[in-house]
Antibody, heavy 124, light 111 residues
Framework: EVQLVQSGAEVKKPGESLKISCKGSGYSFIRYWIGWVRQMPGKGLEWMAFIYPGDSDTRYSPSFQGQVTISADNSISTAYLQWSSLKASDTATYYC?????????????????WGQGTLVIVSS | QSALTQPASVSGSPGQSITISCTGTNSDVGGYNYVSWYQQHPGKVPKLMIYDVSKRPSGVSNRFSGSKSGNTASLTISGLQAEDEADYYCSSYTSSNTYWVFGGGTKLTVL
């Protein structure tokens, strides 16, 4: 069974750093892109970034480039999303999600499995 | 402002059919068959309902269908049920430097 299990909720102060995680299981972690999606309170979904664990290739939305960093540790099948200096506007739920490849090994453009979400609250 | 435009809300009565539109440009919806749709109940995780414009993942009811005409994609739900009440988001690949975009979401109310 494919599962993406995310780390727990965080409460941080502005200016602090944070790294949240997403552990994949039930599939070959290195062979699927992992994406991160933000959902601010009462708002819609926003794609942030992708990482391909197999070669650490990354792609960022221009809106999030330079604001966050994504990485992966293949030895523990875990992807990460991190901030070096949080802002109050980073308060949101963050989802990781798997982006599959098709039967020919080509990229697809949808998320088939999602993590449960990590709530991040940034407040002084 | 989202790159893909969806109506803020739609409503329908049980048993009826409704359609949610998702309007983009030639750079995204109109140019590629990479539109997907997600259902999200309040406080829950998004769920894939349609991918590649009209394909349905295993386990998704055949009451859900997708289509596209020009720069507008559509999600149709037939035989509306109370459990269909949720937020729905479209998404697409885009050839712009944004690469991937979501719509602003549509709240479906089952009357």
């Amino acid at each position: 069974e494919v599962q993406l299990v995310q780390s727990g909720a965080e409460v941080k102060k502005p200016g602090e750093s944070l790294k949240i995680s997403c552990k994949g299981s039930g599939y070959s972690f290195i062979r699927y892109w992992i994406g991160w999606v933000r959902q601010m309170p009462g708002k819609g979904l926003e794609w942030m970034a992708f990482i391909y664990p197999g070669d650490s290739d990354t792609r960022y939305s221009p809106s999030f480039q330079g604001q966050v960093t994504i990485s992966a540790d293949n030895s523990i099948s875990t992807a990460y999303l991190q901030w070096s200096s949080l802002k109050a506007s980073d308060t949101a739920t963050y989802y990781c999600a798997r982006r599959p490849v098709d039967n020919y090994g080509s990229d697809t453009f949808f998320f088939d499995y999602w993590g449960q979400g990590t709530l991040v609250i940034v407040s002084s | 402002q989202s790159a893909l435009t969806q109506p803020a809300s739609v409503s329908g009565s049980p048993g009826q059919s409704i359609t949610i539109s998702c309007t983009g440009t030639n750079s995204d919806v109109g140019g590629y068959n990479y539109v997907s749709w997600y259902q999200q109940h309040p406080g829950k995780v998004p769920k894939l309902m349609i991918y590649d414009v009209s394909k349905r993942p295993s386990g998704v009811s055949n009451r859900f269908s997708g289509s596209k005409s020009g720069n507008t994609a559509s999600l149709t739900i037939s035989g509306l049920q109370a459990e269909d009440e949720a937020d729905y988001y479209c998404s697409s690949y885009t050839s712009s430097n944004t690469y991937w975009v979501f719509g602003g979401g549509t709240k479906l109310t089952v009357l």
